[in-house]
């Protein structure tokens, strides 16, 4: 099979295109014969050493496809199954393991590449808004990279509560995208003083939860555009790491909470993942979350797919085709 192995961490060019034979599946894995893999923030965090694993490694953590083979103990799919999965390592390949418990099955009526792209970033947008800070209706969220992949999921989940999102984008072509899937105000941060915006726009009240997946560039000034005892969310890091501080911090800016999510601890149980990836596949089957495909690459150019994410210039989904 055709897979993508890094031998040490670096830029995109430390991605190669290989071949490797396809594995079996151990107890309670089964061998997924991938469709569609979708591609997300965190591979970047593997290539580049930011977050670890052993070398050498396939990158990728979500896909959807089709059950080839299962091995001992694995009652909860069979050979022929429609799943996808995400937050296993080793998407970038023709096949994956993957532990059964792992793995939902994806309605007949749900392509592929729909799967593979809402999987990750989908759940994600769900435990944020459902579970991090359950949203309710009234609240206002400032939510950074609106136009991105968990972005614009966000944007249409909160609306469906009823909340009010400002968003911030860094282009007018984002900006569009962001107001077209629902976003109340939206701010060019790249240009606009964002805090200032928000401040104008709530009337100096602040909002009650910040989304923040930028990290360094946004982190300080979003702690003050939250009302008392508002809640920092953050959950990634595309502009790098956010530097240590002080906990008084959020006492000075108003009894704030801060937390740092990860989706592993969200969908931790199956019963939770069930949930979760249930209500994501309810709304595209009703058409109420609608999924935005910007451009997919075949498998081995996996590298300009990063180079696209990492240099901004994609909003929604990028998909990688095996
Ligand atoms: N904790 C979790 O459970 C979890 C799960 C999923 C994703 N995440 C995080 O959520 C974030 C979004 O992930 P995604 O896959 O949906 O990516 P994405 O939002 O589609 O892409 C990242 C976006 O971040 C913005 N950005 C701002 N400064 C940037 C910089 N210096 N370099 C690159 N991008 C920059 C860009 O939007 P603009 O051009 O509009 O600025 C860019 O399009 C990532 O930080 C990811 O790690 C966390």
């Given amino acids: 099979m055709k897979a993508i ?63 080839e083979a299962v091995g001992e103990n694995v009652t909860l799919v069979r050979p022929g199954d429609r799943v996808a999965y995400a937050g296993v390592i080793g998407a970038y390949s023709e096949y994956s393991l993957v532990s059964a418990a792992q793995l939902v099955l994806v309605p007949g009526n749900v392509h592929f590449d729909l799967a593979a792209a809402v999987m990750l970033q989908g759940l994600t947008a769900h435990y944020l808004t459902h579970s991090t800070f359950p949203l309710s209706k009234g609240e206002t969220v400032l939510l950074h990279a609106a136009a991105g992949g968990v972005g614009l999921l966000l944007i249409q989940i909160a609306k469906k509560i009823g909340a009010r999102v400002v968003g911030t984008v860094s282009t007018e072509e984002k900006a569009a995208l962001a107001s077209n899937a629902g976003a109340d105000h939206i701010i060019l941060y790249a240009r606009d003083d964002f805090e200032q915006e928000v401040k104008r726009i709530t009337g100096g009240a602040g909002v009650d939860v910040v989304y923040d997946s930028v990290g360094k560039t946004t982190f300080e000034k979003s702690l003050n555009c939250l009302k008392r005892r508002g809640m920092m969310v953050l959950f990634g890091q595309s502009s790098g790491p956010v530097p240590p501080m002080e906990p008084g911090t959020l006492n000075a800016k108003g009894s704030l909470y801060l937390t740092r999510p990860g989706l592993a601890h969200y969908t931790a149980n199956r019963d939770e993942l069930m949930w979760r990836a249930g209500d994501l596949f309810q709304w595209i089957s009703e058409k109420s979350l609608s999924i935005r495909v910007d451009r997919t690459y075949p498998l081995k150019a996996a590298a300009q797919a990063h180079q696209a994410l990492e240099s901004r210039q994609t909003a929604g989904k990028v998909l990688i085709q095996p």
Wanted: avoid cysteine; proline fraction near 13%; charged fraction near 15%.
């Fill in 5 to 67: 192995r890094v031998y040490e961490t670096g830029g995109p060019e430390k991605m190669l295109y290989e071949d490797l034979p396809i594995p079996s599946p151990g107890p309670g894995q089964a061998l997924v014969k991938i469709h569609s893999i979708g591609l997300n923030f965190i591979d970047v965090y593997f290539r580049t050493g930011l977050y670890k694993s052993p070398l050498p490694f396939t990158p990728g953590m979500e896909a959807a496809g089709t059950v």
